[in-house]
C-alpha cells in the first residue's frame, strides 16, 4: 500500500531582487506533494511523514516563485530564471513524450485509429506535463509586493556604464586639393561665379530749404491786397 499527501497553502516570504537589491514581503499560493510513499508498517507514520513532506515541498515550491517575480523597482526578473524553469519542464516533457508517443502508436497500430489523433495525444501529454511550471508563472504574475523598499541604484550587481572616446574627426583638406578631389580643371575655373563686391551705403545728402521768396505770390509772408 502507499500513501501520496497534497498540501496546498499560502505563504507570506520576503521578497528581493537580485538586480537592483530592493525588498518586500509576498504572499504565494504554494503547491505542494510528497509523492507516493510505501507502507511497511503503520499507516499513520507514513501518512505523517508524507504530510511533512508536502509541508517542505510548499515551501521549496514558493521559493521558486520568488525569481519570477517581476520587480517594481527595476521592472526585471532574477537572473537565469528562464534557464531554471526550462531545466524543470525538460524531464517532465521527456517523460511525457515518451508515455504519449507510445499511446499513439498503440491507438494507430492496435486500435486503428486515424492519423490526425496522434499528434493531439502527443501535444496534450505536453500541455499536461507544463501545467505546473504555468501555475507557477502566473501566480507569480499576480503577486503584488508589499512594504516595498527601492534599491540602491548605484549596487555593484547592475551593468555598469561603458564610456568610449570618440574617433578623432579628420581635417577638411585645403581648397586647391578640394577643387583636385572634385576634377575641377581650367574650363570649370573659367565657369567659376565671380565674387560679389560688398555693398556699401551711404546717407543722403542734405536738402536745403527753399526761401520763401522764391515761392507762388499766394504764399509769400508779409505780401498784402
Known amino acids: 500500500m502507499r500513501v501520496s499527501v497534497t498540501r496546498e497553502e499560502t505563504v507570506e516570504r520576503t521578497w528581493e531582487?537580485?538586480?537592483?537589491?530592493?525588498?518586500?514581503?509576498?504572499?504565494?499560493?504554494?503547491?505542494?506533494?510528497?509523492?507516493?510513499?510505501?507502507v511497511w508498517w503503520?499507516?499513520?507514520?507514513a501518512e505523517a511523514e508524507a504530510a511533512d513532506d508536502a509541508r517542505w515541498a510548499v515551501?521549496?515550491?514558493?521559493?521558486?516563485?520568488?525569481?519570477?517575480?517581476?520587480?517594481?523597482?527595476?521592472?526585471?526578473?532574477?537572473?537565469r530564471v528562464w534557464m531554471w524553469a526550462a531545466l524543470?519542464?525538460?524531464?517532465?516533457?521527456?517523460?511525457?513524450?515518451?508515455?504519449?508517443?507510445?499511446?499513439?502508436?498503440?491507438?494507430?497500430?492496435?486500435?486503428d485509429w486515424p492519423?490526425?489523433?496522434?499528434?493531439?495525444?502527443?501535444?496534450?501529454?505536453?500541455?499536461?506535463a507544463?501545467?505546473?511550471?504555468?501555475?507557477?508563472?502566473?501566480?507569480?504574475?499576480?503577486?503584488?509586493?508589499?512594504d516595498l523598499r527601492a534599491g540602491d541604484p548605484a549596487h555593484p550587481v547592475l551593468p555598469k556604464a561603458v564610456v568610449r572616446a570618440l574617433p578623432a574627426k579628420a581635417a577638411a583638406p585645403p581648397p586647391d586639393a578640394r577643387a583636385r578631389q572634385a576634377g575641377a580643371g581650367p574650363r570649370s575655373q573659367r565657369?567659376?561665379?565671380?565674387?560679389?563686391?560688398?555693398?556699401?551705403?551711404?546717407?543722403?545728402?542734405?536738402?536745403?530749404?527753399?526761401?520763401?521768396?522764391?515761392g507762388p505770390r499766394f504764399l509769400r509772408s508779409g505780401d498784402g491786397d
Open 17 to 38: 531582487c537580485a538586480r537592483c537589491r530592493a525588498r518586500g514581503h509576498v504572499h504565494l499560493r504554494a503547491i505542494g506533494d510528497s509523492g507516493w510513499r510505501q
Open 42 to 45: 503503520s499507516r499513520d507514520e
Open 59 to 79: 515551501q521549496h515550491d514558493a521559493e521558486r516563485m520568488l525569481g519570477m517575480i517581476r520587480c517594481p523597482s527595476c521592472h526585471r526578473r532574477a537572473p
Open 88 to 111: 524543470r519542464c525538460l524531464f517532465p516533457v521527456v517523460v511525457a513524450l515518451l508515455f504519449t508517443a507510445t499511446l499513439a502508436a498503440v491507438a494507430l497500430g492496435v486500435w
Open 115 to 128: 492519423g490526425w489523433v496522434a499528434p493531439l495525444i502527443v501535444f496534450g501529454g505536453i500541455a499536461v
Open 130 to 146: 507544463l501545467l505546473p511550471e504555468r501555475r507557477r508563472w502566473i501566480e507569480a504574475g499576480k503577486t503584488t509586493v508589499r
Open 191 to 214: 565657369w567659376a561665379p565671380a565674387r560679389l563686391a560688398p555693398v556699401t551705403s551711404a546717407a543722403p545728402a542734405a536738402v536745403e530749404r527753399p526761401d520763401d521768396a522764391d
